[in-house]
């Protein structure tokens, strides 16, 4: 898989902060959430953020894996759902939380099993924006957005020497 040009890395703080603009924009809804579901495993970390932010402490999750071989690039593959009450009336009530939408296909996956819920993302490409209900920063579709989980601590070249971020 090849990556876009540009390089949006994210630090654990301005996660932390991203994060919670977006539970900001949230708790202004002016809607109370019933439980959080998470996508992982990148939903996991703005979830638990949000999660103390907004006091909601029913937490579930719907395991997603994306096939990034050769043969399967982008096929996804369902390893865990949603528990059964909370897909009642179409989710109503349920906010769904994951790190960013990209193409969107994430996203209209889990919409298909809860329509009604709401769906938050920190970041947004373009052609993910449609499938979501709030996010906090849109960036470019060719910018590939660097989290702190998948980063080290390493020299990086001067920006006239060809450095990307
Ligand atoms: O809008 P899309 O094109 O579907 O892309 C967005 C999804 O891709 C990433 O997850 P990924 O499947 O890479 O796995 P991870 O969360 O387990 O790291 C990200 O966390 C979103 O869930
Ligand atoms: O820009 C991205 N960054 C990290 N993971 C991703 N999965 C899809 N798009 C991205
Ligand atoms: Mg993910």
């Known amino acids: ?29 002016g809607q109370e959430f019933k439980a959080i579901v998470c996508i992982t495993r990148g939903g ?62 994430t996203a209209l996956e889990v919409r298909a099993m809860m329509p009604k819920a709401h769906f938050a993302c920190v970041y947004a490409k373009p052609s993910g924006v449609p499938t979501i209900d709030t996010f906090v920063t849109e960036v470019s579709q060719d910018t590939w957005i660097y989290f702190p989980w998948d980063m080290g601590f390493t020299y990086q070249e001067p920006i006239a020497k060809g450095h990307r971020g």
């Open 44 to 105: 996991l970390v703005p979830a638990a953020i949000i999660s103390r932010e907004l006091n909601i402490r029913m937490i579930d999750t719907v395991c997603i894996a994306t096939r990034h071989d050769y043969v399967n690039q982008g096929d996804t593959v369902l390893l865990k759902g949603i528990s059964p009450e909370l897909m009642e009336n179409g989710g109503e009530g349920v906010l769904v939380v994951d790190d960013l939408t990209d193409t969107g296909k």
């Open 1 to 29: 898989m090849s990556l876009p040009d540009k390089a949006f890395p994210v630090s654990w703080d301005q996660f932390h902060r991203d994060t919670r603009a977006l539970s900001w924009r949230l708790s202004g809804l």
